[in-house]
């Protein structure tokens, strides 16, 4: 669909015009504030909504304005009326060419318009980020705004992960542990068990030796008391059966007090000075071996950070590779045209590094992509188009079906609407 024809009374700056256009391409020329601007806007307010409404949409003095568009198969009706205060309202009507008036006529504009505001020439001064978005509406079937959080959270997560793993570095690097550490602590217990035996053992020892210290010095007291017996036998005739029986007892003694002489085994003793040594050894040890451990937790934590942080990595990675291939699959209206993470490519290079013709050229093709059932396009500030762009935009226009509404200051073309005083110049010669 395009327009077949506009009638604006009384909006912005436009009295009464009434236009059919011919052609591909439609220019509204004439000097600046005579209501060149009032027509494209009346175009997109009558299809628009409210949302392109600006605050007067009526023309100063009047109380009401009207818009009539007819697009074929469509005639659009918006009327405004002017209230107390400044206010206004509003009344859209759209009617098919068999007079059925739509119940929602929104909803049924709706249904066939695509980004109506589009302007080709502002695409191509939009900033890159900007043009992606744009385009990103292109591409069916793809969330750009969920991929786009999900890379936002993750490359949030990853930074806390690589500050932690950078955290560890000079933590593992402070720790210092002997070569030599052995991989298990030492058990102190079993020492100090170790110790206890031997304690035991060299306890039992000195016991035999004072036993033995025993059983020699009565050894020693027995034989002092025979010699004394001896001479007292020599002396004490009387005495001598007592005498004898002592010295029977002491003889009997003497012999049990050899037998368990001859029976005594002594065992050497433990030296525990090497066992306290390694005592005293094990609690630098087992401090190296606990350094040695924590070490080893602190560096398989930090590889488990940039596991991590690798992991998050490759899953934004492969977002960007799923909106690429998206990208890819996605019909763009003009051949080479790329989307990158944040900038239009055209056959490999910067969109904005793209001559002005090629700009232009994908500009008018991506608006007309945006409106697949309304062939209509409007370019504001045409006056900033040469000669040999004007003419491509002709050829494209063509070429592809469209209707290009031009806005320009001047122009030298036979075909060209010159708007005065809000209407079509020659209507405004011809009431005077």
Same mark, same amino acid.
């Given at each position: 669909?395009? +327009?077949?024809?506009?009638?604006?009374?009384?909006?912005?700056?436009? $009295?009464a015009v009434e236009i059919t256009p011919q052609g591909n391409v439609v220019e509204i020329t004439g000097k600046n504030g005579q #209501?060149?601007?009032? +027509?494209?806007?009346?175009?997109?307010?009558?299809?628009?909504?409210?949302?392109?409404? =600006?605050?007067?949409?009526?023309?100063?003095?009047?109380?009401?304005?009207? +818009?009539?568009?007819?697009?074929?198969?469509?005639? *659009?009706?918006? $009327?405004?009326?002017?209230?107390?205060?400044?206010?206004? $309202? &509003?009344?859209?009507?759209?009617?098919? @060419?068999?007079?059925?008036?739509?119940?929602?006529?929104?909803? *049924?504009?709706? #249904?066939?318009?695509? &980004?109506?505001?589009?302007?080709?020439?502002?695409?191509?001064?939009?900033?890159?980020?900007? =043009?992606?978005?744009?385009? @990103?509406?292109?591409?069916?079937?793809?969330?750009?705004?969920?991929a786009d959080q999900a890379n936002k959270e993750d490359f949030a997560a990853r930074t806390e992960v690589n500050r932690k793993a950078k955290d560890l570095v000079p933590v593992i690097d402070d720790i210092r542990v002997p070569d030599d550490t052995p991989d298990e602590r030492i058990s102190v217990e079993s020492l100090m068990a170790e110790l206890s035996g031997a304690l035991d053992h060299n306890s039992k020892i000195d016991q035999q030796l004072a036993n033995q210290r025993r059983l020699q010095d009565g050894i020693a007291s027995f034989k002092a008391t025979r010699l004394r017996n001896a001479e007292r036998i020599a002396n004490l005739e009387r005495q001598i059966e007592d005498l004898r029986n002592e010295d029977l007892q002491t003889t009997e003694a003497q012999a049990e007090a050899e037998r368990l002489l001859g029976t005594l085994v002594i065992d050497d003793p433990i030296d525990i000075v090497p066992i306290r040594q390694r005592i005293s050894e094990s609690e630098t040890t087992n401090r190296n071996v606990d350094q040695k451990d924590r070490l080893a937790s602190l560096v398989k934590q930090r590889k488990g950070l940039l596991d991590e942080s690798e992991a998050l990595t490759r899953a934004m990675e492969a977002r960007k590779e799923a909106a690429a291939k998206a990208v890819r699959e996605a019909k763009l209206p003009v051949a080479g045209l790329e989307l990158a993470e944040d900038a239009v490519l055209l056959n490999g290079q910067p969109f904005d590094q793209a001559s002005d013709a090629e700009q232009l050229r994908v500009s008018v093709a991506v608006a007309g992509a945006m409106n697949p059932k309304l062939r209509v396009v409007r370019v504001r500030d045409g006056s900033l188009l040469d000669e040999d762009s004007m003419a491509a935009l002709a050829r494209y226009a063509e070429e592809n079906d469209l209707q290009i509404w031009v806005e320009t200051v001047q122009s030298g073309r036979d075909s060209a609407i010159v708007i005065e005083d809000g209407m079509v110049a020659q209507v405004r010669e011809a009431a005077e």
């Open positions: 669909m395009k +327009i077949v024809s506009l009638r604006a009374e009384n909006i912005k700056r436009l $009295t #209501g060149k601007t009032s +027509i494209l806007d009346a175009i997109w307010w009558a299809l628009g909504g409210k949302k392109p409404v =600006q605050s007067k949409p009526v023309r100063d003095g009047a109380e009401k304005g009207v +818009i009539e568009l007819d697009i074929g198969d469509y005639v *659009v009706t918006k $009327t405004f009326k002017v209230k107390e205060g400044g206010d206004y $309202t &509003e009344i859209l009507t759209v009617k098919n @060419r068999d007079g059925f008036k739509a119940s929602s006529p929104q909803d *049924v504009l709706n #249904g066939f318009l695509g &980004e109506l505001t589009f302007d080709p020439l502002s695409f191509s001064r939009m900033k890159a980020a900007d =043009q992606v978005t744009a385009l @990103r509406s292109m591409v069916p079937g793809f969330d750009f705004a969920a």
